[in-house]
């Protein structure tokens, strides 16, 4: 346990001190309260916990579950609760077609990913396990430990245009996942999201309580693990009071930091899209930005998870993907949906490409 500040001894720069510390908390919550209303409002129902469910056409402006989808493929989610016991994740045999199954923990770090390029394309079998098993494991299927017991795969099979679509969907329709240990005793959830908003308007209209209760409800559910703690955030939330608990009251906390929260959440958003577009300015050449290398695992840069979380949730690690930005063209004009444009490479500059 860290001590908490004596705010009696601290006359000149508490303020100032937990302003910063309460910018943080929020930096460091952003993607985990993120991934609790994506899921929630992704569920059309409480049964399809442990489920897929897929896109059954290309992603258009109006698909809004993760930032910038990309149009090279259809989508299989599915959101996985450990807590009940492993999973049994089957894969068919695609063919060679690529495809990719990430698996994101609570916190959004890319712990594992399933597919062509890891795992090759041919029919497979993989156990899921959360952080919290102690039973047996059969030995003969290759088991992945996922770091918190909420998890999220967001797949993708490679889509050659609408006549394609027969040919994915029939992968779709082989994707299984099933209880390794069927059982009757199933945890309670929450309530699903009905609503029009993307995830991240949900996220950004919150105020501090509701916040930072949800946060500190889902630390206690998904407890972070030793790759992604520092002592410097721990020490931190334990000062101002945010301590992970089912019955975390955000009113009990001293009213300095309460002040401060409320803060962290009027400012939080704007401080997280500044650093992401300084992020963009630092890191472009030719009018292009590939500014994030370490991107899907963030160990404790909380900065650069929260900036991804905001413009790129869901994204993989950079073995799998390439994020580039452009917002303008070479007259430095903003970029309009209203015109056509022509990207041009030159033939010893033409990206290497494995798949699409």
Do not use: C
């Not at 809004?64 to 089957?90: F, K």
């Amino acid at each position: 346990m860290y001590p908490l500040i004596d705010w009696k001894s601290q006359a000149l720069n508490k303020e100032q001190i937990i302003h910063d510390f309460a910018i943080d908390a929020y930096m460091y919550g952003f993607p985990l309260v993120l991934m609790d209303l994506t899921r929630r409002r992704g569920l059309l129902s409480l049964e399809q916990k442990n489920q897929f469910y897929h896109q059954k056409v290309l992603s258009t402006p109006q698909f809004t579950q993760v930032v910038r989808p990309n149009v090279d493929t259809l989508y299989s989610s599915a959101w996985l609760e450990l807590n009940e016991g492993p999973m049994l994740l089957h894969v068919p045999n695609t063919d060679d077609r690529y495809y990719l199954l990430p698996m994101l923990d609570a916190y959004s770090n890319v712990f594992a990913s399933v597919g062509a390029r890891t795992t090759g394309t041919e029919e497979q079998q993989f156990i899921i396990v959360g952080p919290s098993w102690q039973g047996f494991l059969p030995s003969a299927v290759p088991v992945i430990f996922a770091p918190t017991d909420t998890i999220w795969i967001t797949g993708r099979i490679q889509t050659n245009g609408p006549e394609d679509y027969p040919a994915v969907y029939a992968i779709q329709n082989k994707y299984m996942l099933e209880r390794l240990y069927p059982s009757e005793s199933l945890h309670a959830s929450d309530e699903i999201i009905i609503t029009e908003q993307s995830p991240t308007e949900l996220l950004t209209s919150m105020d501090a309580p509701t916040f930072f209760q949800l946060m500190m409800v889902l630390m206690f559910k998904s407890p972070p693990y030793a790759a992604i703690q520092s002592p410097d955030i721990t020490f931190k939330l334990h000062t101002l009071g945010l301590i992970p608990s089912n019955g975390f009251n955000f009113y009990t906390l001293h009213p300095s930091i309460q002040r401060a929260l409320f803060h962290a959440v009027r400012h939080g958003p704007n401080y997280i899209q500044t650093a992401s577009q300084e992020i963009l300015t630092n890191n472009e050449v030719g009018g292009w930005s590939m500014p994030l290398n370490n991107i899907g695992f963030y160990g404790t840069d909380y900065k650069k998870r929260a900036i991804v979380a905001m413009n790129l949730f869901g994204a993989n690690i950079p073995l799998d993907s390439v994020y580039a930005y452009n917002f303008v063209d070479q007259q430095n004009i903003p970029l309009d949906g209203k015109f056509n444009y022509k990207i041009h490479f030159n033939p010893e500059q033409f990206p290497p490409t494995n798949a699409f």
